[in-house]
């Protein structure tokens, strides 16, 4: 690695670890209901939306009721986000004059984003008006977010609450961290992204001439769209002079910036930020890589505020931390190291030289580079964010396994936005657990009791991912609507399916786009998966909530064990590798692996 390259990545870490306490006090305050200085201006705004619903803000709900309350929001959202893709070509705001989206399709789009896993198995820009852009992406970025976020406080207060019943209110829970984190972030990300560039705009798509056409041949087809051949047999050609190229416009910035901040992911281009209308300038890739990481990093501090143990917070955030920096640093070792076949040839002659585009610069923006692709790749996979400003299917196998293996790892290094922290302390249950049972005491965390119903709930949610992951995959790569879609045959192929549902069922969105997934079998099924999973995670950690916050507290006592030490949070991180690696390293043998050791066999590494 450069010295470059090792300046750029502890910028960026120096500078999220210093977001980290401002941004988490501040959160704190928004939940316990605290004054902030955004009260006197969204306050009015946010008892004017209790007043118009029927909220009674200080009426608290049982776990029951609070789950209830989410999954009949999400539905309504669902069913909201569905509509409108489907009838957009009557709706304003489509300057393209798109047609309404095939019903599959928009069952997936639904379905990917009440779910905030922005899963795109479409080309926005191709697909979608700004309405629906709007409208039904958008306002589901910030409504996913702020669910996932309200679910995470609820599990809080489980575990700080003794003898009670209640939980908060879901409404408020979501209304606050819309309005008073969300929405505040996201307008201060926009207007810095317009700076840089990202457009911000409702203008028809843009034509211009081009300065030397473009030629390329199409075959001829018949009224049924099937090639034209001729009397030998041979696909009858036609060429085609290109003069003009489409630029699309649109309100891009808006939607970047919460989908960066939300741990959202869905672009509103194919290309994702990868695209220089989305994504610039460095200033631009840095800004939209920090905001990756910035919630879920932040709510490590207030849940240590919460709790009323600082140490807690630290203590988890230093697991998420020294996972996510190794893999990290491998992604960006082994896509600096190269292709060893160019190598061989001798194209690279100073493959590691900072003024030249040496190691793996296939798929990559040569205004971003290696270590900014592998750092985002990594950043974007350790949490559920799913962007990209490089393309996964072109990094080098060994480098390509890490966005793998962060997301098999159950998205627990830092994770999405209240979604990582959650999926972290079930983690936590059974680390303790683990803990208890060499020490032949009943495991406890924050003066709580860890009972079969815990652990039952925690291994559900922790145990069903690789499950479904694992099983759609395997089905998948041998029946014909799962294999067609496939570019590379070989283990390359198998990666391409096991990232599409590790991605889906991680609620993640990323692809290595070598897999045609927009078609009814993927669109289907993934969108099932994305459902499934989602919300399936949902019951045993609100069920654990309520359970924790119905106990009597505990106090310590000299077998207690400590949850803030070096010594759990090396236990953690074992216990999350090792459960990862349990359910996944065979199949990943069969993809990244593999594909690494031939590659090394066929040319001498």
Same mark, same amino acid.
């Not at 957009?88 to 393209?96: D, I, W």
């Not at 209304?175 to 207007?191: K, M, Q, S």
């Not at 034209?228 to 808006?254: F, H, L, Y």
């Not at 600082?310 to 931390?321: E, N, S, Y």
């Given at each position: 690695?450069?010295?470059?390259?090792?300046?750029?990545?502890?910028?960026?870490?120096?500078?999220?670890?210093?977001?980290?306490?401002?941004?988490?006090?501040?959160?704190?305050?928004?939940?316990?209901?605290?004054?902030?200085?955004?009260?006197?201006?969204?306050?009015?705004?946010?008892?004017?939306?209790?007043?118009?619903?029927?909220?009674?803000?200080?009426?608290?709900?049982?776990?029951?009721?609070?789950?209830?309350?989410?999954?009949?929001?999400?539905?309504?959202?669902?069913?909201?986000?569905?509509?409108?893709?489907?009838?957009?070509?009557?709706?304003?705001?489509?300057?393209?004059?798109?047609?309404?989206?095939?019903?599959?399709?928009?069952?997936?789009?639904?379905?990917?984003?009440?779910?905030?896993?922005?899963?795109?198995?479409?080309?926005?820009?191709?697909?979608?008006?700004?309405?629906?852009?709007?409208?039904?992406?958008?306002?589901?970025?910030?409504?996913?977010?702020?669910?996932?976020?309200?679910?995470?406080?609820?599990?809080?207060?489980?575990?700080?609450?003794?003898?009670?019943?209640?939980?908060?209110?879901?409404?408020?829970?979501?209304?606050?961290?819309?309005?008073?984190?969300?929405?505040?972030?996201?307008?201060?990300?926009?207007?810095?992204?317009?700076?840089?560039?990202?457009?911000?705009?409702?203008?028809?798509?843009?034509?211009?001439?081009?300065?030397?056409?473009?030629?390329?041949?199409?075959?001829?087809?018949?009224?049924?769209?099937?090639?034209?051949?001729?009397?030998?047999?041979?696909?009858?050609?036609?060429?085609?002079?290109?003069?003009?190229?489409?630029?699309?416009?649109?309100?891009?910035?808006?939607?970047?910036?919460?989908?960066?901040?939300?741990?959202?992911?869905?672009?509103?281009?194919?290309?994702?930020?990868?695209?220089?209308?989305?994504?610039?300038?460095?200033?631009?890739?840095?800004?939209?890589?920090?905001?990756?990481?910035?919630?879920?990093?932040?709510?490590?501090?207030?849940?240590?505020?919460?709790?009323?143990?600082?140490?807690?917070?630290?203590?988890?955030?230093?697991?998420?931390?020294?996972?996510?920096?190794?893999?990290?640093?491998?992604?960006?070792?082994?896509?600096?190291?190269?292709?060893?076949?160019?190598?061989?040839?001798?194209?690279?002659?100073? /493959?590691? *030289?900072?003024?030249? %585009?040496?190691?793996? #610069?296939?798929?990559? $923006?040569?205004? !971003? &580079?290696?270590?900014? +692709?592998?750092?985002?790749?990594?950043?974007?996979?350790?949490?559920?964010?799913?962007?990209?400003?490089?393309?996964?299917?072109?990094?080098? /196998?060994? *480098?390509?396994?890490? %966005?793998?293996?962060? #997301?098999?790892?159950? $998205?627990?290094? !830092? &994770?999405?936005?209240? +979604?990582?922290?959650?999926?972290?302390?079930?983690?936590?249950?059974?680390?303790?657990?683990?803990?208890?049972?060499?020490?032949?005491?009943? /495991?406890?965390?924050?003066?709580?009791?860890?009972?079969?119903?815990?652990?039952?709930?925690?291994? !559900?949610?922790?145990?069903?991912?690789?499950?479904?992951?694992?099983?759609?995959?395997?089905?998948?790569?041998?029946?014909?609507?799962?294999?067609?879609?496939?570019?590379? /045959?070989?283990?390359?192929?198998?990666?391409?399916?096991?990232?599409?549902?590790?991605?889906?069922?991680?609620?993640?969105?990323?692809?290595?786009?070598?897999?045609?997934?927009?078609?009814?079998?993927?669109?289907?099924?993934?969108?099932?998966?994305?459902?499934?999973?989602?919300?399936?995670?949902?019951?045993?950690?609100?069920?654990?909530?309520?359970?924790?916050?119905?106990?009597?507290?505990?106090?310590?006592?000299?077998?207690?064990?400590?949850?803030?030490?070096?010594?759990?949070?090396?236990?953690?991180?074992?216990?999350?590798?090792?459960?990862?690696?349990?359910?996944?390293?065979?199949?990943?043998?069969?993809?990244?692996?593999?594909?690494?050791?031939?590659?090394?066999?066929?040319?001498?590494?």
């Amino acid at each position: 690695m450069t010295e470059n390259g090792i300046w750029q990545i502890v910028l960026y870490l120096a500078i999220l670890i210093a977001l980290v306490k401002p941004l988490g006090w501040y959160m704190t305050r928004v939940y316990e209901g605290k004054s902030s200085g955004l009260n006197t201006i969204l306050g009015p705004i946010e008892r004017l939306f209790y007043r118009l619903s029927g909220v009674h803000a200080k009426q608290e709900m049982n776990w029951k009721t609070y789950l209830s309350a989410m999954l009949i929001f999400n539905l309504l959202g669902m069913l909201a986000t569905y509509c409108i893709p489907r009838l957009q070509a009557f709706l304003p705001l489509n300057p393209q004059h798109f047609s309404a989206v095939p019903a599959e399709l928009s069952f997936n789009i639904a379905a990917s984003f009440i779910t905030n896993t922005d899963w795109q198995a479409y080309a926005g820009e191709n697909t979608l008006s700004y309405m629906t852009q709007m409208l039904a992406l958008t306002v589901q970025n910030f409504l996913s977010a702020a669910s996932a976020m309200a679910l995470l406080i609820a599990l809080i207060r489980g575990l700080t609450r003794h003898e009670n019943q209640h939980l908060g209110n879901f409404w408020v829970d979501l209304v606050r961290g819309t309005l008073y984190i969300l929405l505040p972030l996201a307008v201060i990300l926009a207007v810095a992204l317009s700076s840089q560039g990202v457009i911000q705009n409702f203008k028809p798509y843009q034509k211009i001439s081009l300065m030397q056409p473009v030629h390329y041949q199409l075959p001829y087809t018949d009224t049924l769209g099937d090639p034209i051949k001729d009397r030998t047999g041979n696909v009858v050609m036609q060429t085609i002079e290109v003069t003009e190229q489409v630029i699309p416009m649109g309100p891009v910035a808006s939607q970047i910036a919460i989908k960066q901040l939300g741990s959202n992911g869905g672009g509103f281009f194919n290309t994702n930020s990868a695209h220089p209308f989305e994504n610039p300038t460095p200033i631009s890739n840095f800004l939209e890589m920090l905001a990756i990481l910035l919630i879920p990093a932040a709510f490590c501090y207030t849940f240590g505020v919460m709790v009323k143990d600082k140490r807690q917070g630290w203590a988890i955030f230093l697991a998420m931390f020294i996972l996510f920096v190794p893999f990290m640093s491998i992604s960006v070792l082994f896509e600096q190291k190269g292709n060893p076949a160019l190598t061989q040839m001798g194209i690279l002659e100073r /493959p590691n *030289a900072e003024s030249y %585009p040496g190691g793996n #610069m296939e798929g990559k $923006e040569t205004r !971003f &580079g290696i270590v900014n +692709s592998a750092l985002w790749a990594s950043a974007t996979t350790a949490t559920s964010n799913g962007s990209c400003n490089a393309m996964l299917d072109s990094f080098t /196998p060994l *480098a390509g396994l890490i %966005p793998l293996w962060l #997301m098999h790892l159950g $998205e627990v290094v !830092f &994770g999405g936005a209240g +979604s990582g922290l959650y999926g972290m302390l079930m983690m936590i249950i059974i680390a303790v657990f683990v803990a208890g049972l060499m020490v032949g005491r009943t /495991p406890e965390y924050l003066g709580k009791k860890i009972e079969p119903f815990e652990m039952k709930m925690a291994s !559900f949610a922790v145990l069903l991912m690789p499950l479904i992951v694992l099983l759609l995959t395997a089905i998948s790569s041998v029946i014909a609507p799962g294999t067609s879609g496939i570019a590379n /045959p070989g283990a390359h192929g198998f990666t391409e399916i096991l990232y599409a549902f590790t991605s889906l069922g991680n609620n993640n969105g990323s692809s290595f786009a070598g897999l045609n997934s927009n078609t009814p079998f993927y669109n289907i099924l993934g969108g099932i998966e994305m459902l499934l999973m989602r919300f399936w995670l949902v019951i045993p950690a609100l069920a654990i909530a309520g359970s924790f916050a119905s106990k009597k507290t505990i106090p310590k006592s000299a077998g207690t064990l400590p949850t803030h030490t070096p010594l759990f949070i090396i236990l953690l991180i074992g216990v999350i590798v090792i459960i990862g690696a349990l359910s996944f390293f065979p199949a990943l043998a069969l993809g990244p692996i593999v594909e690494q050791l031939m590659l090394w066999r066929q040319y001498g590494h």
